[in-house]
């Protein structure tokens, strides 16, 4: 099924970003970068940039400067969502195709000049900037001293009915759609060619920006995919990067998002290794038609585009038929646990959300989960949005109305669960984190035929107090780590967040995004 | 609020297929264009100029190991009364094997960017590679169309991007076409005034025009590279 228009897609978003073969070997850093943002319980809202810091001794620091590109592209594109989401399309054509750049270029300037205020240039990195490229190198780096971090920048913002792309430089932005039809929605520079590049350290890079707008059906298409160009560059013709697009699609629907996710890190070290030697940064904005289990069959061709089959056509209606079903579910969960948590929002809300991205109407749009990332052992996978509506998980198993307070020794997290019914063993995970996102403590329990496992009684268990909605309530303490400084960031005041994942059996795990801990 | 970056984690065996076509190297073009007038045959310049090309190729080899991501494929062209293809298939430098030059004749060098400049048309380049290197050796003034034929050149998209050094045998070169032929005076022409600074010079652009173009950098940067890396001339002994 096409989306509709006025029907929002939830978005989900996941991304790696490694280390060139060639660095490795010659002990470089990643000079790339990677930032995702996904306000799960916002909406249709979500946000993913990559970058890529030129290589070359006299962009010594374009690791730092890449690292700008995707903070200024996060701040400056969230800061305008209201205003892009409310605007008229010409408007916001206008707005993407002018305003946008030179505020990103603006804000990517202050922030390199601050740093290098902060961090004058040294002995050392002139003495090898001149040995590796010679005094002429030196005296344009003296002149310019921002060439040093000179980066790339591809971003994404997705909005209610609206999708942004920008670009500027090399790599690539892919569109796909839901029947793996793979589209560059950003028109080419014709001066990208060899390892030349447009950059933000080049003046005037406000002008060599690629921004678009799209609006309608071209704003909603299952998978938006940007890459550094280490990654298509890995590849024997655009014509086998391009396949990129149907095949990560395949992926998500036959392996789940947080699959997918895990196996980033090594699909992207093979291609680098056996390609192009770059490093390779790749995001992937993962709309729902991109996770549909139903789906999951289906290996799309990027040239059978419109032609979907009848069995394709069956299984969207019933997976529309589920959506509606599960959206008006949660609309009445929505309802029933905003009323019995109004103080707390209330005040969390007072607390937290200024600055926040608000809606037209000015009111606070809420805090924006983000995923977690695979490293050091956290779990991974898609946001989704939980505190408030409930996300149709994959398959059968969602995960819903999910909350947590401070009790004596640690963190209740309370949720309502609903197991897969092809799987009988799910196990429900909770993790605290801090301020920052770092995991403090984490707790689960197993589930099995919708029944808990009692040898997880006394790690987490289950309560039946509250079952006038329907699915399983857990709940799981998630107790106070002994150490000091992460117990310190367990208490209410020092705003720690939670997250709740759902795994049953083979299918891909479900999961809540950060949300706070409520007194 | 936090946001996720998942930068340099420890990768997972994969246990799904691998998304994407084929994956390739990126090629690097290597073009010798030799100079094989009439004027060569004198004082042994011929013969050194095969000497200094044959030894080179370990230079070849070993700046394409030192470059795992790139493709080294080598080709030459010779130019005297028009230009030829000497090794007109591109041959990876493992396989390099290197059939002498022989001199005679005028110095068309125009006719020599003329033909470089139809191999560089994409296809049948492709269409993602690093940048070609050229490298032109001459002893002498071209005697046809040289503004002609560097146009013709600077048509193409790889032309203009390939990394083009020179280098300049004897002391009756004109320095500025070369100079030309490059693009850039970040990068000089190398001069060479005998047998033995000949050798070195050519082992030298054969090495930093291979690593200079691996370089993931603008071709502007590489030519600094390259004559960052270039060596001062060295060698009093004046023979040509």
Known sequence: MVPQRGQELCWAAIGSSVRGASHVREDLPNQDALLLAVPGDAGPLAFAAVADGHGGARHFRSADGSRMAVAAARELMLDSATALAAAPPSQRAQLVAVDLPVRIVGRWVELAREHLAAHPITSDEWARLGASEGDESVALVRADPLLAYGATLLAALALPGSLVLCQLGDGDVLLVAADGATTRPVPRDERLAGNFTTSLCRAGAEGDFRCVALDGAAARPALVLLSTDGYANSFRTDADYLKVGSDFLALLRNHGTASVSKQLPGILEHASKHGSGDDITLALMVGELATDAALAPVLPQPDTADTATPALEAARQQIARQRAWIIALSLALLVSLLWTQREHLASVWARGGHGLPREASGKPLGPLPTLVPAAEGRDTGLAVPAAAASQPAIGQASLEAVRAAPVQGGIEVHARIQPTATADLCTVRATVHDAAGHELARQSTQLKAGKPLDKGAALGGIKEDSAELPGQPVMLLVATPKDAAKAKAMRVAAHPQFAVQLECGAQPPVHSGLLPVLE | MSDATQTDAQAEPLTMPRPGGLLARRELHFIWLLDVSGSMNAEGKIQALNVAIRESIPQLQAAARDNPNVDVLVRAIVFADGARWHLEKPTPVADLRWTDVVAGGHTDMAAALRLVAQALKVPPMPERAVSPVLVLVTDGHHTDDFQAGLGELMAERWGREALRMAVA????????????????????????????????????????????????TDQAQQRHIAQASARADDGDLVEW
Not at chain 2, 193 to 212: F, M, Y
């Open chain 2, 169 to 216: 045998i004897g002391r009756d070169v004109h320095l500025a076409t070369l100079q030309d032929f490059i693009g850039d005076d970040a990068l000089r022409p190398i001069q060479a005034h005998n047998p033995e600074a000949l050798l070195q010079k050519i082992r030298w652009v054969s090495r930093s025009g291979i690593e200079s173009a691996s370089q993931l």
